[in-house]
T-cell receptor
Framework: GESVGLHLPTLSVQEGDNSIINCAYS??????FIWYKQESGKGPQFIID?????DKRQGQRVTVLLNKTVKHLSLQIAATQPGDSAVYFC???????????FGSGTRLQVQP | EPEVTQTPSHQVTQMGQEVILRCVPI?????FYWYRQILGQKVEFLVS????????KSEIFDDQFSVERPDGSNFTLKIRSTKLEDSAMYFC????????????FGPGTRLLVL
């Protein structure tokens, strides 16, 4: 189930630091956005979502920011832990559709 | 915590053979999906299924593909005559709401067509 990213951008952080993963989307009709985490051997795991009528949403140690003006989404992970090491995908959904459109992913490496 | 499960975890087949990938969605979910991820590429939507019929499909989901919910728990993806380019990870997902409902993914089946 790993997302094999031969050309995945990689973010390397020290344990305890904050991480920011960015995503650009192109469809201005998208009204729902999700961040997924994919660990080696597993499928995408839901982290947090946000609807287009919001610009910020917080979860446990994670925050998603949405800037519709520039079609940009970010995931902030506070106090990053080794267990956060994975590939992170943003996904978007168009109004009235069920299909998710995934971004290409970012590999997060947490150095102990 | 309820999970989506998929079998088999790995499948190797010869080109031209039929394969059936199986999924057990989360029990109270109503919408079911198949996605695939070719090596080194993005996760791509294939099809969504609700109330025993396809509700949406992508251009990838051609006549070689079909889906079925044969009983109250399983959801299958059949590829009738596999091609080399069908080699990929296939993910099943389910959600309890079709519009903005969170989609929960299974661990995937790695299909290799030789």
């Amino acid at each position: 189930g790993e997302s094999v990213g031969l050309h995945l951008p990689t973010l390397s952080v020290q344990e305890g630091d904050n991480s920011i993963i960015n995503c650009a989307y192109s469809n201005s009709a998208s009204d729902y956005f999700i961040w997924y985490k994919q660990e080696s051997g597993k499928g995408p795991q839901f982290i947090i979502d946000i609807r287009s009528n919001m610009d910020k949403r917080q979860g446990q140690r994670v925050t998603v920011l949405l800037n519709k003006t520039v079609k940009h989404l970010s995931l902030q992970i506070a106090a990053t832990q080794p267990g956060d090491s994975a590939v992170y995908f943003c996904a978007e959904k168009d109004t009235g559709r069920r299909a998710l459109t995934f971004g290409s992913g970012t590999r997060l490496q947490v150095q102990p | 915590e309820p999970e989506v499960t998929q079998t088999p975890s790995h499948q190797v087949t010869q080109m031209g053979q039929e394969v059936i990938l199986r999924c057990v969605p989360i029990s109270n979910h109503l919408y079911f999906y198949w996605y695939r991820q070719i090596l080194g590429q993005k996760v791509e939507f294939l099809v969504s299924f609700y109330n025993n019929e396809i509700s949406e499909k992508s251009e990838i989901f051609d006549d070689q593909f079909s889906v079925e919910r044969p009983d109250g728990s399983n959801f299958t993806l059949k590829i009738r005559s596999t091609k080399l380019e069908d080699s990929a990870m296939y993910f099943c997902a389910s959600s309890d709401l079709g519009g903005s409902g969170d989609q929960y993914f299974g661990p995937g089946t790695r299909l290799l067509v030789l």
